[in-house]
């Protein structure tokens, strides 16, 4: 499968984006879905996942009540719904596919960057 994230940009704190990945593949209904991220000179974290059935989801502490991850199984698209954004959310987010144990399948990454 491969994954084409979008929906990155620049904002204020405070502000909102909603970033989307779409697949390709007529197994994308069937794989779980994360996002992750990476700030500069830090390593990738988990930011958010979701089953195969959307039934569910899973938060990293530091984005818990702010960050809402969803899947349209039709359009073959994870969206990360990101609200009340801080500067420290600044990141590449990537998305990515885990059709069995592990994260096997990742997009390329698009830019946030949260302007204080």
């Known amino acids: 499968v491969q994954l084409q994230a979008s929906g990155g940009g620049l904002v204020q704190a405070g502000g909102s984006l909603r970033l989307s990945c779409t697949a390709s593949?007529?197994?994308?209904?069937?794989?779980?879905l994360g996002w992750f991220r990476q700030a500069p000179g830090k390593e990738r974290e988990f930011v958010a996942d979701?089953?195969?059935?959307?039934?569910?989801?899973r938060y990293a502490d530091s984005v818990k009540g702010r960050f809402t991850i969803s899947r349209d199984n039709g359009k073959n698209t994870v969206y990360l719904e990101m609200n009340r954004l801080k500067p420290e959310d600044t990141a590449v987010y990537y998305c990515?596919?885990?059709?069995?144990?592990?994260?096997?399948?990742w997009g390329q990454g698009t830019q946030v960057t949260v302007s204080s």
């Open positions: 593949g007529r197994t994308f209904s069937s794989y779980g």
């Open positions: 979701i089953s195969w059935s959307g039934g569910t989801t």
């Open positions: 990515a596919a885990r059709p069995g144990g592990s994260f096997d399948h």
